[in-house]
């Protein structure tokens, strides 16, 4: 369903304007990310679970579809109502969640590795044909992905896509609910980062690259812990973790605004950005990251858990 069409006040200049698809447009550093694009006078289509009720500073001014990533029939008919229409200048993939426990999720995988991997994989699929020949994509991943930071969240120990989409089946599994729901956060950000690394290479002609907006406080992502909890780790984790690795909502939007639409990064081939301090710099992801074969291997297994055909995934063949 799409109730932008109807409610996007669009005017002739949006026609020329470049147009950007956007998941995680409604809340934390994805919100502050859209306002900029919508104030530069880009076109942004935002795929939103309440397309009729978006932040007040979007209503009106994006064009705003329905979109629930935890349901693939949802991702297929926004990914759908998207055809026929002029080319995608950039997908942003920036939606994501963070349980408190593992959960499985409406498609009966582990919602976490659903939502913030899967949904993404399978939209990007959806979507590469129906953007513009020179045109990016920019998937939102995590610090946490990588072991080597020491951030607070347990950092994952493989990107097997069936033992992270079936946690009962994975002998490394966490004993501890919140160790294993931190793993599954950081797992699905981690094959974030893995996918990006591989449609570069499966996709030559666009630009593809992925992101980590360091810690990111005062943002809805610790919704799950209730808020007070989300309150206290907004105030905390700041003085816990390494001082450049501590972001603020519009710091962290405005480099996702960036990556999405300047110039200098028209050309990436799966490079990884992170905020440092008050810097987005270019850096090597995790070894794990960094293995193209396990690269290879998340991309096809995620294809076979979803039930797409070795070519053209995502059509259902
Ligand atoms: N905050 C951090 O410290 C941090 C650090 C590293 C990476 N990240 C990543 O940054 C991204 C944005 O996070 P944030 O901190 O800004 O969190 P946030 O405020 O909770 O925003 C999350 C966004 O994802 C959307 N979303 C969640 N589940 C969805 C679903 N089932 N279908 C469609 N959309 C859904 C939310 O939509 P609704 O408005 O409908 O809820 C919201 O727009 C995430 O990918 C997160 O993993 C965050």
């Known amino acids: 369903m799409s109730v932008g069409r109807g409610i996007w006040n669009r005017g002739r200049e949006e026609d020329d304007a470049m147009r950007i698809v956007m998941t995680g447009a409604t809340a934390g550093f994805g919100l502050d990310a859209a306002e900029r694009l919508v104030e530069a006078g880009r076109a942004l289509v935002v795929g939103a679970?309440?397309?009729?009720?978006?932040?007040?500073?979007?209503?009106?001014?994006?064009?705003?579809r329905a979109l629930d990533l935890d349901r693939f029939a949802s991702v297929r008919e926004f990914a759908a109502s998207l055809e026929g229409e002029r080319p995608i200048d950039a997908l942003v993939l920036n939606a994501g969640l963070q349980l408190s426990r593992p959960e499985t999720g409406a498609e009966s995988f582990e919602?976490?590795?659903a939502v913030n991997h899967l949904a993404h994989f399978l939209l990007l699929?959806?979507?590469?044909?129906?953007?513009?020949?020179?045109?990016?994509?920019?998937?939102?991943?995590?610090?946490?992905?990588?072991?080597?930071?020491?951030?607070?969240?347990?950092?994952?120990?493989?990107?097997?896509?069936?033992?992270?989409?079936?946690?009962?089946?994975?002998?490394?599994?966490?004993?501890?609910v919140r160790k294993a729901a931190f793993r599954a956060y950081s797992s699905s950000k981690l094959a974030n980062i893995m996918t990006a690394r591989e449609a570069a290479r499966r996709y030559p002609h666009l630009s593809v690259m992925s992101y980590d907006p360091g810690y990111v406080p005062w943002t809805g992502l610790g919704r799950a812990n209730g808020r007070v909890l989300s309150a206290?780790?907004?105030?905390?984790?700041?003085?816990?973790?390494?001082?450049?690795?501590?972001?603020?909502?519009?710091?962290?939007?405005?480099?996702?605004?960036a990556l999405a639409c300047d110039d200098r990064y028209a050309a990436c081939r799966g490079e990884y950005f992170s905020v440092r301090g008050t810097?987005?710099?270019?850096?090597?992801p995790s070894v794990l990251a960094r293995d193209d074969e396990a690269c290879r291997a998340l991309w096809d297994d995620s294809a076979r858990l979803l039930g797409m055909g070795r070519t053209g995934i995502g059509r259902g063949e």
């Open 232 to 257: 206290l780790a907004s105030m905390v984790v700041p003085l816990l973790i390494k001082k450049d690795r501590s972001s603020t909502i519009p710091r962290s939007g405005a480099f996702l605004a």
């Open 111 to 113: 919602r976490t590795f």
């Open 125 to 176: 699929d959806l979507v590469q044909p129906l953007l513009a020949p020179s045109g990016r994509v920019v998937l939102t991943g995590s610090g946490t992905h990588d072991p080597e930071e020491g951030t607070p969240v347990t950092p994952p120990v493989h990107a097997n896509a069936e033992w992270l989409a079936f946690p009962d089946r994975d002998p490394t599994a966490e004993r501890s």
């Open 279 to 284: 810097e987005l710099k270019k850096l090597d």
């Open 49 to 64: 679970r309440n397309p009729r009720a978006l932040p007040p500073s979007l209503a009106g001014r994006v064009d705003a």
